[in-house]
């Protein structure tokens, strides 16, 4: 679970600041996909940024399984993410040299590494395979990133983000790069590995009217100028 409570951002901005988080509260719950929306400007990424401990708030505390990311040095914070934090980004960023598989096998290793745990190479391959079969991709292991179609490497991407079993993943725009019909399908497979894996998820985007189909994706939070609003049903929210 991560918890913000009274987070605030700020940057330079000329001769002033900027405020890009304005005291936050909010719970991201085990188990769920919290859906962040709101418009451009308006805190998503500085959100993810400061749930990731890649960016320290001017104030408040960040609670990720009861430690403070928002109080640890950069070299903790480091750790915490590489051994609980589990990222997917808007491109799916593989490494175009890689098969499918070493993709998750290296991200793996790192973790491992972070974590001071003798994981065995041998359960790693397992927890590999079992993903790439879980997200649709049983078989295509031995493949590169450009044998692959869009859906397949963002599939391939949320794979590797599980493989150390973080607590915590974080969804930054997965499916600005797909139509509509593979956006659904690639959120619906976030709802289900996070149900699965009992993980806090936190999964932004701009365009919540496109999974209009998805189930499952009950607690949508809005954002505008830096604070969280209400809760809402999520058709109010598309509507907002
Ligand atoms: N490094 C920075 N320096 C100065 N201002 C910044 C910086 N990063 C973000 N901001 C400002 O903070 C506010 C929030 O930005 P943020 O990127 O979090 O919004 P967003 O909702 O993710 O937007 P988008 O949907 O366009 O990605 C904006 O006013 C932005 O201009």
Redesign the pocket.
């Given at each position: 679970m991560i918890t913000f409570d009274d987070v605030t951002l700020t940057?330079?901005?000329g001769a002033g600041r900027?405020t890009?988080l304005d005291r936050v509260h909010l719970d991201v719950l085990d188990g769920a996909v919290t859906v962040l929306t709101?418009?451009?400007?308006?805190?998503?990424?500085?959100?993810l940024?400061v749930a990731a401990g890649l960016v320290r708030p001017d104030s408040g505390r960040v609670l990720l399984d009861g430690h403070d990311v928002a109080r640890l040095s950069p070299s903790a914070a480091a750790s915490l993410r590489r051994g609980r934090i589990g990222v997917v980004f808007q491109q799916a960023n593989l490494l175009p040299s890689l098969t499918v598989r070493d993709q998750l096998l290296v991200m793996g290793e790192l973790g491992v590494v972070a974590g001071g745990r003798r994981r065995r190479r041998r359960e790693l391959r397992e927890r590999a395979d079992a993903l790439l079969a879980e997200v649709g991709l049983d078989g295509s292991g031995r493949r590169r990133p450009h044998q692959l179609s869009g859906g397949q490497r963002q599939r391939v991407a949320i794979a590797r983000a599980l493989v150390h079993a973080p607590s915590v993943l974080l969804v930054d725009e997965p499916t600005s790069a797909l139509d509509s019909e593979r956006a659904a399908e690639v959120v619906e497979l976030l709802v289900h590995l996070t149900r699965e894996r009992r993980t806090a998820t936190l999964l932004?985007t701009?365009d919540l009217d496109r999974l209009d189909d998805v189930a499952g994706l009950e607690r949508v939070v809005r954002?505008r100028d830096?604070r969280i609003e209400a809760p809402l049903p999520r058709r109010a929210a598309a509507q907002a």
């Open positions: 940057h330079p901005d900027v890009a709101g418009p451009s400007g308006s805190g998503k990424s500085s959100l940024a932004v701009h954002m830096g």
